[in-house]
């Protein structure tokens, strides 16, 4: 067994008798300084330890094969009815989707981008339209031509003018001709002006009266539009509430489709009952746009390659006059990847300084073409997409906290000799920036804080040391001492 005084001569701490010590002054200044430069240390080991240490590097993008990318956007059209707004996406590897309308959503709005109405839904805009059997024989006109005046006079008398809005140069528009011209026939005498008065049918040649087509808004030809007396002819700011038709275009079809129409119109009082319009009819009836342009938003997802997002007037039965086109925009928002909450941003303060800079390049400028740049214009926008990546290590493991892809955007203006549209040209790197977090050990932490009590502690002894031997031999020299 071991005795107390051989454990007592093991103590590396050896306690000097209190009665032996001296306290001095200088000494005590000595400890208030050590002390408060311990504090000032610690408080700067702490902070370093609580702060996130990353380190940079480029390497080449970890996407796999067949991975997809979405981009989301808010765009909005001033002059582009939703009408016939169309979302496209092609690629090099020859991808090719038109018209997509599954992720997307469009809203009318005015020239000042302030929404008018509700969501437009296209409904059956897009099917198969049956134009009946092409003719080429002359057919007697049988709808009234209308220029203006004689449409403000007109719309004002009949319960229903179904006008024909087209052009001479336009192929759909020949293709109806003659199947409009015959259902005015067969219609003025089923339902004649004079003696009936509930309907009448009309063209409006879109080349001549320029002005009236585009009081209504009409951006493609042919289109069909149904005014009703009273209701839907109340202006609102200049624009004409009315229904437009995208059913068949064939003599039977335009036929039953006015009967249907006037049939729940009494022929005296000339009163409508709503109720008498049956389903079949109204499905092919939609609400026309009140106004020329259109917000378009949503996402798409793309294949991980250069490619192109489209906006364009598109319409398998409609010709549109790309001298009048105009594709001017305003981008509200546009990124790749996933859509960050405000609250995960929030959980992600300490990485704003590494990420965020430029995913959204192109949000709230606006790209307008007050045609000055003549018409047939293109505007293109040329994106190249880098992918930043943030990783954490846990537990000796790497996580990924956040991917975000940025971009830089250049953006241009053509003319072209086909239809205008705007295109985002994007093409992402094939290399990917990643940030990884290097947190420090709390084992490190504590290795550094017993460094700054030991070594601030010693060095304030040695500074006392010094200072009080420097004190005793300058009393002994003055003493006149031999030492």
Known sequence: MVSPTKLKSMDFYRKIPR??????????????????????LFGMELSSYLAVNTTTSVVVDKSADGDFLRIHFNISFPALSCEFASVDVSDVLGTNRLNITKTIRKFPIDPHLKTTGPEFHSGHASHQINHGEETKEEIPDGAVPLVSGSFDSFSKHFPLL????????????NRLKPSWEKAASIIYHKYNPE??????????????????????HIQGYPSIRIFRKGSDLKEDHGHHDHEAYYGDRDTDSIVKMVDKLVEPIHPETHKLDLDGISNETLKHLIKAPVTGGC???????????????????H??????????????????HLSFGRSFSPRLLTDMKRLLPYIGQSHDKLDEKAFINQHEFGANVTIEHYLQVVKTEVITRRNGQEHSLVEEYEYTAHSSIAQTYYLPVAKFHFELSPMQIMITENPKSFSHFITNLCAIIGGVFTVAGILDSIFHNTIRLVKKVELGKNF
Do not use: Q
């Open 315 to 332: 319409s398998g039965a409609h010709s549109f006059d790309s001298s009048k086109m105009n594709m001017s925009h305003v981008v509200n």
């Open 162 to 173: 179904i006008v024909n809005f087209n052009a001479p140069w336009c192929y759909w528009s």
């Open 295 to 313: 917000r378009i938003e949503g996402y798409v997802r793309v294949k991980k390659v250069p490619g192109n997002l489209m906006v364009s007037a």
């Open 195 to 216: 003696t009936d008065g509930r309907v009448l049918l009309g063209n409006v040649d879109c080349t001549e009266e320029a002005e009236l087509c585009k009081r209504n």
């Open 19 to 40: 009665d032996l010590t001296e306290a001095s002054l200088s000494g005590a200044g000595l400890s208030i300084g050590a002390a408060l430069i311990m504090m000032l």
